[in-house]
């Protein structure tokens, strides 16, 4: 993950768009920090039920996941998706 999460461009930050991800069938990956809470971590779990998500919780806490993704705030979940259809993630055509 700490090799990985900078260069991957098609990765989404938070719950909110993890979730968004999730529900669009889009997540293949989420990262939890370790020291996530556990209503966030129940969200997740919920909201991959019957979908094709893998969850990993990272030995790292949010303050180092959010310094690995090269952000500056802590980051309690990332998740790794696929890109949309028509070239990419934040597409706007």
Do not use: F, W
Request: with cysteine.
């Amino acid at each position: 993950m700490e090799e990985a999460c900078p260069e991957i461009k098609n990765r989404v930050i938070g719950l909110k768009q993890t979730l968004r991800a999730i529900q669009q069938d889009r997540a293949d990956i989420v990262y939890l920090a370790n020291d996530v809470d556990e209503h966030i971590k129940r969200k997740i779990q919920l909201a991959s039920r019957g979908k094709n998500v893998k969850i990993i919780i990272t030995r790292v806490g949010r303050k180092e996941l959010g310094q690995i993704c090269r952000i500056d705030v802590s980051a309690a979940v990332v998740a790794l998706v696929r890109e949309e259809e028509g070239g990419g993630i934040n597409a706007n055509h």
